[in-house]
């Protein structure tokens, strides 16, 4: 790891790309810039999912929301 | 508030000078601690002050409904199967922890937020609703849990709510995740109450020493058996741990040069869990063998289980029990609230830290407060059926995973943001089979319990 030193002196990264973590990265005030809640305010740029990526999530999220819906169910039928 | 100071040296004004916030000379103060403990190679040294997010997850978890879940589980098949059972499940919480951990570590972020930007507002909130659906049902069930516990003692609901919520607000207090940290993991570490209690029921070692050479699948009612296999696993690896530990390791400041410590804190958290959590069930299994699985006999909607230990196993195993009972739910209460908080400033975009002040990250501390309210109104309603609320708020969680999990994985392996930290392949392979394990069990309970409820098939 390396000494912390001023934030003044350490350039700002683009926030269009997500920075690649590094070892030994230069702190500033015992933080990693990242830390900074600055640079955590910026949002990290979104991923592309494919379309088979989003049919499986949907699957998955509709699948959880049936069987959901059937413990709930389930519950509310015994209380009474 | 104490002064921030390291080495002597007062941190605010130097933070000020370089356009740091006070959030950020909190967490400075925090790492200027661990960069001095590995400067000076105090291992132990930083192994304390690394410790934390994973033992809390998993301690947190073994929360009240799931050590009633290992308790029911206990007096309904006793020992066998349920004890590796146990074991194999918080192996797989290791495994899902670990990789939230490393996210938030190596990404500074918690879930919540990288969920939302990453992929988009509507996974994001829907990680979210599912967070907080589950959060407060399982911090009804939590109040539960203390309730039960209390009225062992005597004591009656409003007491019970009273202790969950002032807990909220004094650990919150103070503006330091340090203070809030620390104090938690003081309280958690009385889960061991559990193994106290296991002890005292005097359970025989051997059958104990057998049950985890994988004794035969337990027989008796299919639905039953789904329910306390569901409830088991959702009694190990739930939502708010996933947004709690990424959440509370960024909240932290952990970086990618404490990861080797983070998977330490995780194990040890998990192997603590698994045998306080065994430790429930042994406490339990004691009523198999004395008839005394009746548990409604005594009373509590179901969840009287002191009462019935005490009336098997004598007073000190039974007061131990429902302290530890009191103690899991009051853990949980803190650890869940700051799950929906960090969620709640993540998904909305506001300051979510501990390090900050409630002036300035007001709906972070609402969020903390409000939902332990909430919950903590309910279970003052009576008549509550609580053994039914505390199963059923760990199979929804169960049932909620699989997506969380999915989530999980793809922010572990997603190389743009944690560059040489992503999966191997062999935790990918683990992760996915996990996901499907879970989602198989959850969606069994589901379906049987539900075709069974509207008569398309026999009850049972």
Redesign the interface.
């Known amino acids: ?1 390396t000494a ?1 030193r ?3 002196t350490t350039p700002r990264a683009s926030a269009q ?2 920075r ?6 230069e ?6 810039q ?7 305010a910026i ?5 592309r ?1 494919g379309g088979r990526a989003q049919a499986a ?1 949907w699957l ?2 509709i ?2 929301l ?3 819906f ?6 509310v ?3 009474s | 508030m104490a002064p921030l100071e390291t080495a002597g040296h007062s941190l605010e004004p130097v933070a000020a000078g370089v356009g740091l916030t006070h959030e950020d000379a909190v967490r400075s103060l925090d790492r200027s601690r661990v960069f001095h403990a590995r400067r000076h190679g105090r291992h132990w040294s930083l192994l304390w002050l690394l410790a934390g997010p994973g033992i809390l997850a998993m301690l947190g978890e073994n929360d009240g409904p799931s050590m009633i879940s290992y308790a029911a589980t206990g007096a309904t098949y006793g020992t066998g199967f349920f004890v590796p059972f146990i074991a194999v499940t918080f192996a797989m919480a290791i495994i899902c922890q670990e990789m939230c951990m490393r996210v938030g570590a190596v990404t500074h972020r918690g879930y919540g937020e990288l969920v939302l930007q990453r992929y988009g507002k509507v996974w994001g909130w829907f990680s979210a609703g599912d967070l907080a659906f589950t959060n407060l049902v399982t911090l009804i069930a939590e109040f539960v849990a203390i309730r039960v516990g209390m009225a062992y003692f005597h004591l009656g609901a409003p007491v019970a709510a009273a202790l969950g919520v002032v807990l909220v607000l004094f650990t919150m207090s103070g503006g330091r995740y340090w203070r809030w940290e620390r104090i938690v993991l003081g309280m958690a570490l009385f889960n061991g109450l559990f193994l106290i209690s296991a002890i005292l029921v005097k359970p025989h070692w051997g059958s104990v020493a057998h049950a985890l050479t994988f004794t035969p699948f337990p027989g008796g009612s299919f639905n039953t058996l789904l329910l306390l296999l569901a409830s088991t696993i959702g009694a190990t690896v739930t939502p708010w741990m996933i947004f709690f530990q990424q959440g509370a390791s960024a909240d932290k400041g952990m970086t990618s040069a404490d990861i080797k410590h983070g998977r330490w804190d995780t194990v040890a958290g998990g192997v603590l869990a698994a045998i306080f959590g065994i430790g429930a069930l042994l406490a339990g299994a004691a009523l198999l063998t004395h008839n005394g699985a009746n548990i409604p006999d005594h009373g509590l909607a179901g969840a009287g289980f002191p009462a019935a230990i005490r009336a098997v196993s004598g007073g000190p195993a039974a007061t131990v029990f429902a302290l530890g009972l009191i103690e899991a739910g009051a853990v949980a209460v803190l650890t869940i609230s700051a799950s929906t908080a960090y969620a709640a400033g993540e998904c909305i975009g506001v300051s979510r830290s501990f390090n900050n002040s409630p002036r300035h990250a007001l709906i972070f501390y609402l969020a903390n407060a409000g939902v332990a309210l909430i919950a903590a109104a309910i279970i003052l309603i009576p008549g509550a059926p609580l053994l039914s609320i505390a199963l059923n708020a760990n199979v929804l969680a169960a049932v909620l995973l699989p997506v969380a999990l999915v989530f999980v994985v793809m922010l572990a392996n997603d190389r743009d943001l944690m560059g040489k930290w992503v999966n191997k392949r062999s935790t990918n392979v683990i992760a996915i089979t996990i996901i499907a394990f879970v989602a198989i069990f959850a969606a069994a309970y589901g379906i049987d319990s539900f075709l069974g409820t509207v008569h398309i098939i026999g009850a049972g």
């Open positions: 790891m912390p001023d934030i003044n790309q997500p690649r973590p590094s070892e030994g990265a702190l500033i005030m015992f933080l990693e990242e830390q900074l809640v600055s640079d955590r949002a990290v740029p979104q991923a999912l999530l998955l999220r699948f959880a049936i069987v959901s059937m413990v709930i169910y389930t519950f039928a015994q209380l």
